[in-house]
């Protein structure tokens, strides 16, 4: 039987291969440090499953297609204090960020359609996109530059009669960029100047380091009809299994486009969203405790990194991940030989490959994302495995 | 800004239009019964509840993509009692039946295919398709012959190189229709003479009225690795707003591809897997209490039907719908007019206009649907509303 081209060709999470490996090593009595996810440990607040816990209907029915009012509504209020203002026909509840930024896909690009993505990126923004035959065109970017944009001419060239978007997530995963006022407005320029919508993943807006100038999309009052916010409660409240996204714009016509898709799909289940709504309304200094948390993280890896010969890696300022340059031939040979036949202590760490991130071939070859969701005795723990590591492995540059 | 051509010429769910007229009644005092959608009144087993109130993690992690172990297991054990094997590596848990069909068609559909369509049909199974650059080619079925298949020559001159699947539900939504073992035979054997996939959407299973003989297309051993089975606890459960689905095939390749959509989701909501789990658990006979009371209000419809004169309407046999062919011009404007302008005791009812489940244009123009989700006494009342409301209508044929 033969499946579509779309299926066979789309490719494969490149994390997801090295799981049984992964695996094999913790059978063999090994304890492995996961840095390859970005699952974090902090505990989900309490107000998600008392609110979850409270159901007492008797039925569980459908809800509305958009999402529940009242998780609009906390929406509308959660945005208000980043001073971005959407009405209630404005915002759509979705099955994570994900059918958020795959709804957004299908809206503004049509089969063969062209979308810019800054390089290394969510190897998702690629699945989605091919599924629905919608090809991403890399920007690269470059670990010497702490994966800043490059100029705008550089940009500029790759954009054809095709491309419809750039799609970018601000704070970068998988490279812990947060882009600089003025790299905002260059991509709003160009997306006025070149008629592109502008798909901001924003999951990460809460976790900005160092007292940094953070611009939303949301705020960019001239491109207001061509900025499509993308949202998740996943890590921004440590809860990733609930599975609850959402996508707002100030166009409207495009949101009631999306409701069709969201109306296929009938709703978002009911009782994450009832958990959702008490998220939402989790007092802002939650935030301060989990941002310092990252943030002395952060720290910790970075530090670390730096003290390690012949890495290349700038401060990451954002999200929860760094890439780092290694001095390996091969980081995805690295990462296996880590699990594979390296340990102190039978213990040993797992970092993700980041070619994967790249859609250039040849690029990230020598590159890994490290996402650091451990608690800080773990995390200077896993570094110094990393440190030992390098100074054992034989395939180094 | 221009977006994108599939959305802007996908259908609107053609009962979404009239929502704000029904809830104008309403405002106005009328009592509505809605009979118009597909949301059952039956209690949710407390299984369900029970078990998502009992989760007692800390941290609300991502689950496996594929689905949770514990439901994989459960629909295995499900699908025995159906003589129907499969194994752990061809399952997978989806957002609802909707998720299971949109990536069953990614899957093994290429943009510019078709696959054929019994019509009417479920509106989404052209929304998903639509969306995703497939065509959908209607095998019209008709009222008069209670919505069974056309002769095999009559689908065969709808196949083309390009035509990849044919999908069904079975029971049938909107029709009710209960596919005869020799339909099930027919529409075999055109999948393996013409090299097709069949994707059967088999959520009604449970829902077989008069002790009639049901065959899943899951019991057919020679097509086996051709057949897509779509499963849901939505209606089997009366769990609708947990969007727990399922797509499940004996084509192992096939899943393992799906998967990778999967993994490009992340996963599916964890607390209602959880709660599936249970359901699944849920002893044989809670279908037995369930199943007489849909049986018996499925009487009480269609007895009520074939006492009002000039209705065309065969018995259904499954689901819980019944299209019915009107002596009216203009079943929509009938619909409308129910809310607008009659009542009886200040009570009117809700159906839903037939056309939005046809895709041949002007089919099913003076046809309802009825969805009998309610109970006895509420639907004795309602068809009374009807057969009232069909007697004063001025519009008729």
Known sequence: MNLSKRITSMQQSPIRKLVPIAENAK?????????????????????????????????????????????????????????????????????????????????????????????????????????????????TTKATEGFHLPPKASIERLITPKTKAILLSNPGNPTGVVYTPDEIQMIADMAREYNLFVIADEVYREFVYDNLDYTSFGNLKEIADRVIIVDSISKRYSACGARIGSVASKNKDLIAQILKLCQGRLCVPTLEQIGAVELYSVPQDYFKGVHEEYQSRRDI?????????????????????????????????????????????????????????????????????????????????AMNILKLALEKYPKKK
């Open 27 to 139: 059978k063999q009595g090994k304890k492995v440090y996961h840095l390859n996810i970005g699952q974090p440990d902090i505990v989900t607040p309490d107000e998600f499953f008392n609110a979850v816990k409270g159901f007492d209907e008797k039925v569980l029915k459908y809800s509305f297609s958009q999402g529940i009012p009242e998780l609009i509504e906390a929406l509308i209020q959660y945005y208000k204090r980043y001073n971005i203002k959407f009405e209630n026909d404005e915002i759509l509840v979705t099955n994570g960020g994900s059918e958020a930024l795959l709804f957004s896909i299908i809206a503004i690009a049509d089969h063969g359609d062209e979308i810019l993505v800054p390089e290394p990126f969510y190897t998702n923004y690629n699945g989605f996109s091919s599924a629905v035959g919608v090809n991403v065109i890399p920007v």
């Open 301 to 381: 890896v970075y530090n670390a990194l730096k003290e390690i010969p012949n890495i290349i890696c700038e401060k990451p300022r954002g999200a929860f991940y760094v890439i780092a340059k290694l001095p390996v031939v091969d980081a995805e040979e690295f990462v296996i030989w880590l699990l594979k036949e390296f340990d102190v202590d039978n213990e040993t760490i797992m970092l993700a490959p980041a070619e994967g991130f790249y859609s250039t071939p040849g690029l990230g070859k020598d590159e890994v994302r490290i996402a650091y969701v451990l608690n800080e005795k773990d995390l200077k723990r």
